[in-house]
Every structure is written in structure tokens, then in C-alpha cells.
């Protein structure tokens, strides 16, 4: 069984299009994350949730949407696409957040191409 | 910035020797992370090592902290081809929002 699950892997897709990445995670954890890796293997935090609630949004333009339907999910939906975000994002998930957390756990990534 | 800091960027060796790479931080912190990330794939948690810790072994894994120097280091000792990946570091703080991660350092071991 796949701890944390993300699809689609691969997403090629044009300019302007709509589209979502979904997660989800079968560990019980409270919490879960979107990082985007770009092709400098930079990888940077974008949202976190706990427990269904934003808890953490680092400056990502609007056309990114989270959703959070119940503490296992935590889709991504990108409007707009633009070629800038071409990258590599990555879903993940850990027990809590604080001020002693735990490791994190990581989906195998979808590899987003804007054409 | 919350984020580590590792270097080398990139490591090459040959299976069998060891290998070492080292993270650099700014802040105060409560444990140390690192990650490992094969090609194509999501990280992976190695280790986790606390502030007052200073040392801390798993497998062939080791791990050292010098908090007054706010740096540390992970040494892979007798290096196989599969270890080839990309190696991170995450520090964690009291005053940090989540686990933040830098560029890595990419090992390559080769046959």
C-alpha cells in the first residue's frame, strides 16, 4: 500500500489550460503539504494544511488553489497555467505540525509540463 | 531563512569509499532532518537527530551536530551504486512554519 499517493505522474499540458493534482494519504496523518521542486532541485514549501485548515501559504499566486475535502486529501488546482510552473510538485504528509515535529512523507511527485 | 544548506552540490566516488556531506543552518534549532531523493522519485527520511544530540548512527548512516556551529554532517560509509541520489537537510526550529529544504547535494557511486 502506497503511504502517500499523487496523480497524475506525468501532466503535459498548454498555456492557459486548467488543471488539478490529487493526493491523498493513508497514514492518519493531520497534516499535509504541496512543495514544488523546480529543475534546480530547489524544493520550496507552497501550502500546508492541518486537519483540513490552511495553515500555511508561502506567496503562491492565486492561480493556485489547494483543497482540502477531509484530513486524507489535499488536491492542487492550478488555473492559468503559465510555463513558469513547469516543475516537479511534490505531496506530503506528517503526523502534526509544532514545535516538535516529525518527519515528512512524500509522494512520488508529478512532473508538470506547460507546453 | 529557515532552510539548510548542504554542500558539496555534487559528490562523485567510487563504490566501497565514504562518503560525506554537510548542511549548514542560521537559526536555533529543535532536531535536524536528512532526505534522501532518488531520480524521479519523492524524499525519504533517513534520520532525524535532536539539538542535544551529537552523534546518532543508523546502518551505515552517521550523523553528527555541532550547534554552536550550526552545521551537520552525514557520513555514508562504505558507498554502494544504489546510494546514488540526491541528499537534503532540513532543520527544524521552535519558531520555524514547516521543514524547509535546500538545493541537496547529488552523490553519484560508481560500480
Known amino acids: 500500500d502506497t503511504a502517500v499517493s499523487q496523480t497524475p505522474k506525468y501532466l503535459v499540458t498548454q498555456m492557459g489550460n486548467d488543471k488539478s493534482i490529487k493526493c491523498e494519504q493513508n497514514l492518519g496523518h493531520d497534516t499535509m503539504y504541496w512543495y514544488k521542486q523546480d529543475s534546480k532541485k530547489f524544493l520550496k514549501i507552497m501550502f500546508s494544511?492541518?486537519?483540513?485548515?490552511?495553515?500555511i501559504n508561502e506567496t503562491v499566486p492565486n492561480r493556485f488553489s489547494p483543497k482540502s475535502p477531509d484530513k486524507a486529501h489535499l488536491n492542487l488546482h492550478i488555473n492559468s497555467l503559465e510555463l513558469g510552473d513547469s516543475a516537479v510538485y511534490f505531496c506530503a504528509s506528517s503526523p502534526r505540525v509544532g514545535p516538535r515535529t516529525e518527519k515528512l512523507f512524500f509522494g512520488s511527485g508529478t512532473q508538470l509540463s506547460v507546453l | 531563512s529557515q532552510q539548510g544548506e548542504e554542500d558539496p552540490q555534487a559528490l562523485s566516488i567510487q563504490e566501497g569509499e565514504n562518503a560525506t556531506m554537510n548542511c549548514s543552518y542560521k537559526t536555533s534549532i529543535n532536531n535536524l532532518q536528512w532526505y534522501r531523493q532518488n531520480s524521479g522519485r519523492g524524499l525519504v527520511h533517513l534520520i532525524l537527530i535532536r539539538s542535544n544530540e551529537r552523534e546518532k548512527h543508523s546502518g551505515r548512516l552517521r550523523v553528527t551536530l555541532d550547534t554552536s556551529k550550526k552545521s551537520s554532517s552525514l557520513l555514508i560509509t562504505a558507498s554502494r551504486a544504489a546510494d546514488t541520489a540526491s541528499y537534503f537537510c532540513?532543520?527544524?526550529?521552535?519558531?520555524?512554519?514547516?521543514?524547509?529544504f535546500g538545493k541537496g547535494t547529488m552523490l553519484l557511486v560508481s560500480p
Open positions: 494544511y492541518n486537519n483540513k485548515e490552511l495553515i
Open positions: 532540513a532543520p527544524w526550529g521552535s519558531g520555524y512554519s514547516t521543514l524547509t
